[in-house]
């Protein structure tokens, strides 16, 4: 089933998730759910967060973004970032692997807002899958880049937190109008 993606000023996106010790129907339910969700609003990734829930789950699939490339190492060996896509990613570490570096972002709940956010272009990644299984692997690219921004979504941390100054300044007046309908929605009960 599609699920709401609540947009920036809903108090959901700013709370850390709590950590999934076991994957209940439930939760199977919801991953099927956020993909489904994440398909239609053609996204790369979409976290718990921005479906309402506050919980350390994230699905990521890059394989449409053919002009932003991925990279994957599975085991020290190179291999195709689509051989782990869809990617399901629950209570997720990273630990990065070289400098900051810019690169152009999008949120689905932030709709028409994009800007250059400098992150870690490689990094390596621990989680557990959809059947509860530690995984592992090193990847870079906009793979990272997604894992990165879901990550901090994860964590209450959006994307507009790590915007240059000068570019948050261009786009305050959008983001206040955002807030503010974004907060009507959720007055008139349409987004709670
Ligand atoms: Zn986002």
Known sequence: MKLGVVTY???????????????TPEIQQLIADMFETMYDAHGVGLAAQQVGKALQLTVIDVRESK???????LEGRPADPASIMPLVLINPKW???NEEEPGPEGCLSFPEIYA??????????TATNAKG???SFRCGGLL?????????????????DRM????????????????????QLIKKGRRD
């Open 133 to 135: 299984e530690n995984i």
């Open 67 to 73: 002009e932003r490339p991925s990279t994957l190492e």
């Open 9 to 23: 000023g809903h108090p959901v996106l700013r709370e850390k998730g709590k950590r999934i010790e076991k994957i």
């Open 144 to 160: 990272a880049r997604a894992i990165q921004h879901e990550y901090d979504h994860l964590h209450g941390i959006l994307f507009i």
């Open 164 to 183: 240059e100054k000068s570019d948050r300044k261009k786009i305050q007046k959008e983001l206040d109008g955002l807030q503010y309908t974004t907060k």
């Open 95 to 97: 630990t990065p692997l």
């Open 116 to 125: 250059d956010i400098k992150r870690p272009e490689s990094i390596d990644v």
